[in-house]
Protein backbone atom coordinates (compact mmCIF):
# COMPACT_ATOMS: atom_id res chain seq x y z
CA UNK A 1 0.00 0.00 0.00
CA UNK A 2 1.55 3.53 -1.15
CA UNK A 3 0.13 7.26 -0.39
CA UNK A 4 0.62 10.31 -3.49
CA UNK A 5 3.35 11.72 -1.27
CA UNK A 6 5.31 8.74 -1.22
CA UNK A 7 4.97 7.40 -4.41
CA UNK A 8 6.21 11.00 -5.54
CA UNK A 9 9.07 10.94 -3.21
CA UNK A 10 10.16 6.93 -4.46
CA UNK A 11 9.56 8.16 -8.19
CA UNK A 12 12.11 11.06 -7.83
CA UNK A 13 14.70 8.83 -6.05
CA UNK A 14 14.64 6.12 -9.04
CA UNK A 15 14.52 9.39 -11.70
CA UNK A 16 17.76 10.00 -9.72
CA UNK A 17 18.89 6.66 -10.05
CA UNK A 18 18.24 6.11 -13.38
CA UNK A 19 19.97 9.60 -14.50
CA UNK A 20 23.06 8.30 -12.06
CA UNK A 21 22.95 11.44 -10.11
CA UNK A 22 22.22 12.14 -6.56
CA UNK A 23 19.13 13.69 -5.80
CA UNK A 24 18.43 17.10 -3.63
CA UNK A 25 15.09 17.69 -2.25
CA UNK A 26 14.32 21.53 -0.60
CA UNK A 27 11.47 22.19 1.35
CA UNK A 28 9.62 24.15 3.76
CA UNK A 29 7.45 22.11 5.86
CA UNK A 30 3.48 22.69 4.95
CA UNK A 31 0.61 20.93 4.70
CA UNK A 32 0.01 18.64 2.70
CA UNK A 33 3.55 18.20 1.38
CA UNK A 34 5.62 17.81 4.46
CA UNK A 35 5.15 14.11 4.10
CA UNK A 36 7.55 14.14 0.66
CA UNK A 37 10.24 15.95 3.20
CA UNK A 38 9.75 13.50 5.85
CA UNK A 39 10.06 10.09 3.74
CA UNK A 40 13.06 11.60 1.81
CA UNK A 41 14.92 12.42 4.78
CA UNK A 42 15.19 8.40 5.65
CA UNK A 43 16.64 8.04 2.27
CA UNK A 44 20.05 8.68 2.78
CA UNK A 45 21.65 5.29 1.65
CA UNK A 46 20.00 6.22 -1.54
CA UNK A 47 22.22 9.07 -2.27
CA UNK A 48 19.23 11.36 -1.20
CA UNK A 49 20.19 14.69 0.18
CA UNK A 50 16.98 16.89 2.14
CA UNK A 51 17.42 20.85 2.87
CA UNK A 52 14.62 21.51 5.45
CA UNK A 53 14.83 25.68 4.87
CA UNK A 54 14.23 28.61 6.72
CA UNK A 55 11.16 29.78 4.04
CA UNK A 56 10.31 28.45 0.79
CA UNK A 57 12.10 31.40 -0.87
CA UNK A 58 15.45 29.59 0.09
CA UNK A 59 13.89 26.43 -0.38
CA UNK A 60 13.36 27.36 -4.32
CA UNK A 61 16.68 28.99 -4.35
CA UNK A 62 18.40 25.70 -2.90
CA UNK A 63 16.67 24.08 -5.16
CA UNK A 64 18.62 26.34 -8.45
CA UNK A 65 21.59 25.77 -6.83
CA UNK A 66 21.60 22.20 -7.14
CA UNK A 67 20.49 21.98 -10.48
CA UNK A 68 23.11 24.22 -10.97
CA UNK A 69 25.16 22.12 -9.53
CA UNK A 70 24.52 19.27 -11.77
CA UNK A 71 21.94 17.38 -9.28
CA UNK A 72 18.39 16.03 -9.85
CA UNK A 73 16.72 18.92 -8.10
CA UNK A 74 13.59 18.99 -6.62
CA UNK A 75 11.53 21.16 -4.27
CA UNK A 76 7.61 20.57 -2.57
CA UNK A 77 5.34 22.75 -1.19
CA UNK A 78 1.24 23.41 -1.38
CA UNK A 79 -0.50 26.71 -2.83
CA UNK A 80 0.87 29.17 -0.56
CA UNK A 81 4.59 28.31 -0.63
CA UNK A 82 3.95 28.25 -4.47
CA UNK A 83 3.13 31.76 -4.22
CA UNK A 84 6.74 32.43 -2.24
CA UNK A 85 8.98 30.99 -4.47
CA UNK A 86 7.01 32.18 -8.11
CA UNK A 87 9.86 35.41 -8.50
CA UNK A 88 12.92 32.41 -7.79
CA UNK A 89 10.66 29.88 -10.34
CA UNK A 90 10.80 32.64 -12.92
CA UNK A 91 15.20 32.89 -11.94
CA UNK A 92 14.54 29.32 -12.89
CA UNK A 93 12.62 29.22 -16.19
CA UNK A 94 15.25 32.32 -17.37
CA UNK A 95 18.33 30.17 -16.33
CA UNK A 96 16.14 26.87 -18.43
CA UNK A 97 17.73 25.02 -15.45
CA UNK A 98 16.31 21.22 -15.06
CA UNK A 99 14.54 20.77 -11.82
CA UNK A 100 11.22 19.72 -11.08
CA UNK A 101 8.43 21.47 -8.40
CA UNK A 102 5.73 19.79 -7.14
CA UNK A 103 2.43 21.55 -5.62
CA UNK A 104 0.15 19.50 -3.54
CA UNK A 105 -2.64 21.58 -4.03
CA UNK A 106 -5.45 22.39 -0.81
CA UNK A 107 -8.48 24.54 -0.02
CA UNK A 108 -7.09 28.27 -0.94
CA UNK A 109 -7.20 31.07 -0.51
CA UNK A 110 -4.31 32.36 1.68
CA UNK A 111 -4.21 29.75 4.27
CA UNK A 112 -7.15 28.67 3.38
CA UNK A 113 -8.64 24.81 3.64
CA UNK A 114 -4.79 23.13 4.89
CA UNK A 115 -6.04 19.62 5.28
CA UNK A 116 -8.68 19.65 2.31
CA UNK A 117 -8.63 19.12 -1.35
CA UNK A 118 -8.51 21.39 -3.96
CA UNK A 119 -7.32 21.94 -7.93
CA UNK A 120 -7.35 25.69 -7.67
CA UNK A 121 -3.84 26.04 -8.45
CA UNK A 122 -3.43 25.36 -12.33
CA UNK A 123 -3.58 28.73 -13.65
CA UNK A 124 -1.01 29.58 -10.36
CA UNK A 125 1.50 27.29 -12.30
CA UNK A 126 0.96 28.38 -16.06
CA UNK A 127 0.82 32.09 -15.10
CA UNK A 128 1.56 32.62 -11.90
CA UNK A 129 4.30 34.53 -12.33
CA UNK A 130 5.42 38.39 -13.78
CA UNK A 131 6.44 38.30 -17.59
CA UNK A 132 6.49 35.34 -20.60
CA UNK A 133 7.42 32.36 -17.68
CA UNK A 134 5.84 29.40 -19.66
CA UNK A 135 6.45 26.26 -17.98
CA UNK A 136 5.53 22.26 -18.22
CA UNK A 137 2.66 21.34 -16.64
CA UNK A 138 1.99 17.47 -15.54
CA UNK A 139 -0.45 16.44 -12.86
CA UNK A 140 -1.09 13.06 -11.13
CA UNK A 141 -4.52 11.55 -11.31
CA UNK A 142 -3.87 8.91 -8.12
CA UNK A 143 -1.43 7.51 -5.46
CA UNK A 144 0.33 5.11 -7.57
CA UNK A 145 0.28 7.54 -10.36
CA UNK A 146 2.63 9.96 -8.75
CA UNK A 147 5.18 7.62 -9.07
CA UNK A 148 5.35 7.46 -13.23
CA UNK A 149 4.58 11.30 -12.94
CA UNK A 150 7.67 11.83 -11.11
CA UNK A 151 10.03 9.54 -13.45
CA UNK A 152 8.25 11.61 -15.51
CA UNK A 153 8.75 15.09 -14.90
CA UNK A 154 12.63 14.62 -14.35
CA UNK A 155 12.87 13.06 -17.66
CA UNK A 156 10.98 16.43 -19.59
CA UNK A 157 13.76 18.71 -17.03
CA UNK A 158 16.64 17.22 -18.47
CA UNK A 159 15.82 16.40 -21.70
CA UNK A 160 14.43 19.90 -21.88
CA UNK A 161 16.58 21.70 -19.56
CA UNK A 162 13.16 23.66 -18.15
CA UNK A 163 12.10 23.64 -14.77
CA UNK A 164 8.56 21.06 -14.83
CA UNK A 165 5.31 21.93 -12.08
CA UNK A 166 3.70 18.70 -11.07
CA UNK A 167 0.13 19.54 -9.85
CA UNK A 168 -0.40 16.94 -6.86
CA UNK A 169 -3.86 17.16 -4.53
CA UNK A 170 -4.06 16.92 -0.76
CA UNK A 171 -6.96 13.72 -2.12
CA UNK A 172 -4.08 12.24 -4.05
CA UNK A 173 -1.32 12.45 -1.76
CA UNK A 174 -2.91 11.25 1.78
CA UNK A 175 -5.27 8.29 -0.20
CA UNK A 176 -3.29 4.69 -0.44
CA UNK A 177 -3.68 1.90 -3.10
CA UNK A 178 -2.05 -1.24 -3.62
CA UNK A 179 0.79 -0.93 -6.15
CA UNK A 180 2.99 -3.38 -7.49
CA UNK A 181 6.84 -2.37 -6.85
CA UNK A 182 8.57 -1.88 -10.03
CA UNK A 183 11.94 -3.48 -11.01
CA UNK A 184 14.26 -0.63 -11.82
CA UNK A 185 15.25 -2.63 -14.98
CA UNK A 186 11.96 -2.08 -16.95
CA UNK A 187 12.76 1.79 -17.32
CA UNK A 188 15.11 3.69 -19.69
CA UNK A 189 17.59 5.35 -18.43
CA UNK A 190 17.90 8.90 -18.39
CA UNK A 191 19.91 10.50 -20.50
CA UNK A 192 22.38 13.15 -18.97
CA UNK A 193 24.92 15.22 -21.27
CA UNK A 194 27.53 17.61 -19.15
CA UNK A 195 29.28 19.23 -21.84
CA UNK A 196 33.10 18.91 -21.40
CA UNK A 197 34.80 20.42 -23.92
CA UNK A 198 35.09 24.60 -24.42
CA UNK A 199 35.38 24.01 -28.17
CA UNK A 200 32.41 26.05 -29.90
CA UNK A 201 30.84 26.23 -26.52
CA UNK A 202 28.17 29.07 -25.77
CA UNK A 203 26.05 28.39 -22.50
CA UNK A 204 22.64 29.19 -24.83
CA UNK A 205 23.28 27.33 -27.31
CA UNK A 206 20.40 25.41 -28.42
CA UNK A 207 19.47 21.65 -29.43
CA UNK A 208 18.42 21.83 -32.77
CA UNK A 209 15.40 19.37 -31.89
CA UNK A 210 14.58 20.14 -28.31
CA UNK A 211 16.14 23.53 -28.37
CA UNK A 212 17.44 22.74 -24.48
CA UNK A 213 20.75 23.97 -23.62
CA UNK A 214 23.95 22.82 -22.51
CA UNK A 215 23.81 21.83 -18.87
CA UNK A 216 27.48 22.84 -17.83
CA UNK A 217 28.79 21.63 -14.23
CA UNK A 218 30.46 25.06 -12.64
CA UNK A 219 33.92 24.40 -12.34
CA UNK A 220 34.54 22.35 -15.87
CA UNK A 221 37.85 24.41 -17.28
CA UNK A 222 36.59 27.28 -20.19
CA UNK A 223 32.80 26.02 -19.71
CA UNK A 224 33.24 29.60 -17.51
CA UNK A 225 30.04 31.75 -18.36
CA UNK A 226 27.51 34.50 -16.49
CA UNK A 227 24.40 33.24 -14.76
CA UNK A 228 21.50 35.89 -13.67
CA UNK A 229 18.05 37.18 -14.00
CA UNK A 230 18.73 38.98 -16.27
CA UNK A 231 17.54 38.76 -19.81
CA UNK A 232 20.30 36.73 -22.27
CA UNK A 233 21.47 37.41 -25.50
CA UNK A 234 20.96 34.72 -27.62
CA UNK A 235 23.71 31.88 -27.46
CA UNK A 236 26.04 33.90 -25.81
CA UNK A 237 24.29 34.82 -22.49
CA UNK A 238 25.34 38.20 -22.12
CA UNK A 239 23.11 40.32 -20.41
CA UNK A 240 21.23 42.05 -23.41
CA UNK A 241 18.18 44.67 -23.39
CA UNK A 242 17.98 44.81 -27.17
CA UNK A 243 14.42 44.68 -27.48
CA UNK A 244 14.54 42.23 -30.67
CA UNK A 245 16.61 39.76 -28.31
CA UNK A 246 14.06 39.70 -25.66
CA UNK A 247 11.22 39.19 -27.80
CA UNK A 248 13.47 35.98 -29.40
CA UNK A 249 14.09 34.49 -26.14
CA UNK A 250 10.52 34.89 -24.74
CA UNK A 251 9.68 32.88 -28.03
CA UNK A 252 12.28 30.57 -27.92
CA UNK A 253 11.44 29.78 -24.09
CA UNK A 254 7.98 28.70 -25.02
CA UNK A 255 8.84 27.27 -28.32
CA UNK A 256 11.03 24.89 -26.15
CA UNK A 257 7.99 24.02 -24.13
CA UNK A 258 5.53 23.35 -26.64
CA UNK A 259 8.31 20.71 -28.66
CA UNK A 260 7.84 18.74 -25.43
CA UNK A 261 4.25 17.76 -27.12
CA UNK A 262 6.94 15.60 -29.89
CA UNK A 263 7.65 13.74 -27.01
CA UNK A 264 4.54 12.73 -25.02
CA UNK A 265 1.98 10.36 -26.44
CA UNK A 266 -1.22 10.92 -27.98
CA UNK A 267 -4.65 11.58 -25.89
CA UNK A 268 -6.40 8.15 -25.37
CA UNK A 269 -10.40 7.97 -25.14
CA UNK A 270 -11.93 5.77 -23.05
CA UNK A 271 -15.12 4.69 -24.88
CA UNK A 272 -16.81 5.17 -28.63
CA UNK A 273 -14.02 7.69 -31.05
CA UNK A 274 -17.39 10.29 -31.22
CA UNK A 275 -20.42 10.72 -30.11
CA UNK A 276 -22.68 13.29 -27.82
CA UNK A 277 -20.68 13.70 -25.26
CA UNK A 278 -16.53 13.67 -24.22
CA UNK A 279 -16.16 13.82 -20.39
CA UNK A 280 -12.54 15.54 -19.83
CA UNK A 281 -10.57 15.15 -16.48
CA UNK A 282 -7.24 16.06 -14.93
CA UNK A 283 -5.73 15.06 -11.44
CA UNK A 284 -7.54 13.25 -8.74
CA UNK A 285 -11.05 13.46 -9.70
CA UNK A 286 -10.02 10.41 -12.23
CA UNK A 287 -11.57 7.65 -10.65
CA UNK A 288 -15.01 9.87 -9.59
CA UNK A 289 -15.32 10.53 -13.20
CA UNK A 290 -13.93 7.16 -15.05
CA UNK A 291 -16.64 5.11 -13.11
CA UNK A 292 -19.21 7.87 -14.04
CA UNK A 293 -19.20 7.33 -17.46
CA UNK A 294 -18.46 3.79 -17.55
CA UNK A 295 -21.64 3.36 -15.92
CA UNK A 296 -23.44 5.49 -18.37
CA UNK A 297 -21.99 3.59 -20.80
CA UNK A 298 -23.19 0.79 -19.68
CA UNK A 299 -26.52 2.25 -20.08
CA UNK A 300 -25.85 2.47 -23.68
CA UNK A 301 -25.25 6.29 -23.43
CA UNK A 302 -23.12 8.14 -26.37
CA UNK A 303 -20.78 9.43 -23.66
CA UNK A 304 -16.82 8.60 -23.67
CA UNK A 305 -14.03 9.70 -21.13
CA UNK A 306 -10.78 11.54 -21.50
CA UNK A 307 -7.75 11.86 -18.75
CA UNK A 308 -5.51 14.76 -19.16
CA UNK A 309 -1.88 14.25 -17.54
CA UNK A 310 -0.05 16.61 -19.52
CA UNK A 311 -1.86 20.50 -18.67
CA UNK A 312 1.09 22.49 -20.64
CA UNK A 313 1.55 21.53 -23.39
CA UNK A 314 -1.50 19.61 -24.06
CA UNK A 315 -1.36 16.43 -26.22
CA UNK A 316 -0.54 17.12 -30.09
CA UNK A 317 -4.02 15.36 -31.04
CA UNK A 318 -6.34 17.34 -28.25
CA UNK A 319 -8.05 19.83 -30.26
CA UNK A 320 -9.01 17.68 -33.16
CA UNK A 321 -10.23 14.79 -30.21
CA UNK A 322 -12.44 17.62 -28.86
CA UNK A 323 -13.99 18.64 -31.98
CA UNK A 324 -15.51 14.94 -32.40
CA UNK A 325 -18.27 15.16 -29.81
CA UNK A 326 -20.97 17.69 -29.36
CA UNK A 327 -20.17 19.17 -26.15
CA UNK A 328 -17.30 18.73 -23.79
CA UNK A 329 -17.78 18.69 -19.81
CA UNK A 330 -15.27 19.17 -17.79
CA UNK A 331 -15.64 18.29 -13.55
CA UNK A 332 -12.50 20.08 -11.85
CA UNK A 333 -12.45 21.04 -8.26
CA UNK A 334 -11.93 24.47 -8.99
CA UNK A 335 -14.37 27.25 -10.39
CA UNK A 336 -13.68 26.21 -14.55
CA UNK A 337 -9.68 26.89 -14.55
CA UNK A 338 -9.09 23.65 -16.97
CA UNK A 339 -12.73 24.93 -18.97
CA UNK A 340 -11.26 28.47 -19.76
CA UNK A 341 -7.85 26.99 -21.35
CA UNK A 342 -9.57 25.07 -23.71
CA UNK A 343 -12.29 28.05 -24.31
CA UNK A 344 -9.56 30.15 -25.25
CA UNK A 345 -6.98 27.19 -27.17
CA UNK A 346 -9.72 25.26 -28.89
CA UNK A 347 -12.57 27.72 -29.13
CA UNK A 348 -15.04 24.75 -27.92
CA UNK A 349 -18.21 25.51 -25.42
CA UNK A 350 -16.90 23.56 -22.54
CA UNK A 351 -19.42 22.51 -20.42
CA UNK A 352 -17.66 23.31 -16.43
CA UNK A 353 -19.07 20.90 -13.89
CA UNK A 354 -17.25 22.70 -10.71
CA UNK A 355 -17.32 21.70 -6.87
CA UNK A 356 -15.37 24.26 -4.01
CA UNK A 357 -15.95 22.22 -0.73
CA UNK A 358 -12.63 21.28 -0.20
CA UNK A 359 -14.03 16.95 -0.73
CA UNK A 360 -13.28 15.37 -4.14
CA UNK A 361 -16.61 14.17 -6.49
CA UNK A 362 -18.91 11.99 -6.04
CA UNK A 363 -19.55 9.33 -8.53
CA UNK A 364 -22.94 10.20 -8.57
CA UNK A 365 -22.54 14.28 -9.13
CA UNK A 366 -20.45 13.56 -12.16
CA UNK A 367 -22.99 10.70 -13.39
CA UNK A 368 -25.99 12.87 -12.71
CA UNK A 369 -24.81 15.91 -15.16
CA UNK A 370 -23.43 13.44 -17.79
CA UNK A 371 -27.69 12.06 -17.78
CA UNK A 372 -28.41 15.57 -17.94
CA UNK A 373 -26.46 16.98 -20.91
CA UNK A 374 -27.47 14.02 -22.79
CA UNK A 375 -31.30 14.14 -21.56
Partial sequence: MINGNEAFALGSVTAARLADKPLVYSSYPITPASDVLH???????????????????????????????????????????????????????????????????????????????????????????????????????????????????????VRHTTPVFVLSESYVATSAEPWRIPELEQFDPIAVEHPSSPENFQPYLRDAETLARPWAIPGTPGLEHRLGGLEKQHESGDVSHDPENHERMCRLRAEKVERIADFVPQQAVDGPEDGKLLVLSWGGTRGAVSTAVRRCLERGRSVAHAHLRYLNPFPRNLGSLLARYERVLVPELNAGQLALLLRARFLVDVVPLSKIQGRPFEIAEVEARVEELLS
Avoid at 80 to 86: A, D, E, F, H, N
Avoid at 128 to 156: T, W
Wanted: aromatic share 4%; proline share 6%.
Fill in 39 to 157: FLSRLKHLDVRTIQTEDEIAAMGSTIGAAFGGAMSLTGTSGPGICLKSEAIGLAIVLELPLVILNVQRGGPSTGLPTKTEQTDLLQALVGRNGESPVPVLAASGPADCFDVALEAFRIA
